[in-house]
């Protein structure tokens, strides 16, 4: 899949970029990206964690098995517990979904990708927007095992599931392992995307929209249904100094 860059207003939390930065996938959303007070954050923040083989070129993904993103590939990753670092969260949700042990200095911050989806009636008018933190595991102890959440699977990277991933994965985890199979440490990733309620015919892609906690497969469906599909993004790597700058 191609990805277009085209000229678009930033999202308002990565307005102290300025010029330094270049993404390499950028599109303003249909109705834009919001001012902040138009969105509610989520106090609950995520962890996602690929695990990448740089000798074999090869990352090892999950299916999930229940829960969000049933059904789809992704890295590993979950919620925070009380009084837990993100890191902490990342070494334990790998070896809880995984069977996998990060070794010492084996796991590294990857950066952030922030992930907006239209108004629920509970959140009122506002979107809700979830931040999940990304880590790289290249090296670790044990040997993948299923276990309740996921069943591990190792991709080459030149052949990864991306028509089985959150429709966003498409964009960014080509890039997001070229970096970390050629050791970048320096470069973080920085992301949004948004979603929006659109028929088909008004999404900019044809990427399948969202259902429930899942993504909907089905051709069968009336193209111009009204559905959660994906509707802006920006996406860059920037150094840490640039990093610490965002909101």
């Known amino acids: 899949m191609t990805i277009e ?22 599109r303003s959303p249909s109705s834009g990206w919001g001012e902040p007070e138009s969105i509610s954050r989520s106090t609950q923040e995520y962890s996602l964690i690929f ?24 890295g590993f990753g979950g919620k925070c517990e009380p009084d837990e670092t993100m890191a902490q969260c990342a070494a334990r949700e790998l070896s809880e979904e995984s069977g996998l042990i990060p070794n010492d200095g084996g796991l590294h911050y990857k950066g952030v990708l922030y992930t907006s989806r239209p108004p629920t009636k509970a959140g009122g008018s506002r979107k809700q927007m979830i931040k999940i ?9 044990g040997e993948p095992v299923e276990t309740e959440e996921m069943s591990p699977e190792w991709f080459d990277l030149t052949d990864l599931p991306t028509d089985r991933m959150w429709p966003e994965a498409s964009m960014y ?6 970096s970390i199979l050629h050791g970048l440490a320096e470069e973080l990733f920085l992301a949004r995307v948004d979603y929006e309620l659109l028929a088909s015919t008004a999404a900019p892609t044809a990427l399948p929209p969202l259902e429930g906690l899942s993504v909907r497969f089905e051709t069968q469906s009336n193209s111009d249904d009204i559905a959660e599909r994906l509707s802006g993004w920006f996406m860059a790597f920037v150094s840490k100094e640039v990093f610490g700058k965002v909101e």
């Open 173 to 178: 985890l080509r890039p997001l392992l070229q």
């Open 133 to 141: 933190h990304l880590f790289a595991c290249v090296s670790w102890s």
């Open 51 to 74: 695990v990448v083989d740089n000798v074999n070129a090869k990352v090892l993904l999950g299916l999930k098995r229940r829960g969000m993103g049933v059904n789809l590939y992704n």
């Open 5 to 26: 860059t085209v000229s678009a207003v930033w999202p308002p939390e990565f307005g102290r970029l300025g010029a330094t930065t270049t993404p390499f996938a950028c």
